[in-house]
């Protein structure tokens, strides 16, 4: 059985509150749960219980994690704990060979068996849900929680159901993350791309046709924003997809032409959608920008740039919005160092724009009748 029909089963929620975590989910990524919670119809102690109930393992409560044994967290390692998304507990009794693991996916055999070689001894599974491990990942390890999982203004672990509902809706806008209701696209024709590789980059890692065709055929979100980023290459020097969430442009996926590196992972970098910037004006416009930054001042590009260690500074750049029913959820962000970017790359992302829409909306519709 599925969390959210056991929910259901159980009125613990209602079939439109299924619907709106659904697609938050397929917009903003996390498991259900997480988009229950955030969007504040459940709690994460009503979640947790849920969980146990559907995967048999016990809870990883506050109290246990708390306590996790710092000498089994060091033989993991944090970059380890965080790519398994796990969380040594300690050994289950005096002299035992058995470790309680807390675990957002407990049923994962692999995940289990790597675990039971790292740390040499069987495990013992405990569930907890997603925006626990991540703060407790965070706390214990001191692994940045992506921007994802970072919410405006709200504490970031709650502890009880009644004050974490209440802090929670506190802020958020009233009746939570408002969520555009279905909508019908007919995607636009594709057209075949002539424009020439930029000199000095990379050659086109994919044309302009099979970028639209990744798009349409996407079966989950970090597809499309993969197509995105692949169709940059060798047409810009620098891509960036952005997650809009809380007022903010959450990074999401990026590409850098070479020798450029991101100076930190792109999942940690939030800018403000406040003021004069590029982003803030295709996000409230709907519509692509693409010239100079709006500032003279330039503050939320500049943040960007450093990010993308972006050497010399751009004159121009582009940022096309992803709209679903009016409203973006995305914005895609590209420059080229050394010229303004070309009218066929803001007509093809744009195109590639209204197709990810179109994708937006049957994941959503498939998410429903799943």
Known sequence: MKLGTLLLRNAAIGLSQLEAALRNQVLYGGRLGTNLVELGYIDLELLSAYLAELSGAPIATPTLLDQAAPALMEKLGADEAHRLRAIPLGYLGEGATTVAVAMVEPADKKVVDELAARLDAHIQPYIVPELRAVYYLEKLFGLPRRARFVRSGRPAEPTNGAEATGERRRTQPAAGIVMPPALTLEPRRRRASSQAPLAGTVPFAIGYAAACERIDAATNRDQIAEAFVAYGQGRCDAMVVFLIRDGNALGWRAWLAPPAALRRPIEELSLPLGGASALQSAHDAGQP??????????????????????????????????????RAVNLVYAHITSSAPPPQLVTELGDLAARAQASYLRLIRQARGS
């Open 289 to 326: 920008f693409v010239g100079s930054p709006p500032s003279a001042a330039r503050p939320v590009e500049k943040q960007l740039w450093a990010a993308l260690a972006t050497q010399p500074e751009p004159f121009a750049v582009l940022v096309v919005p992803v709209l679903v029913k009016q």
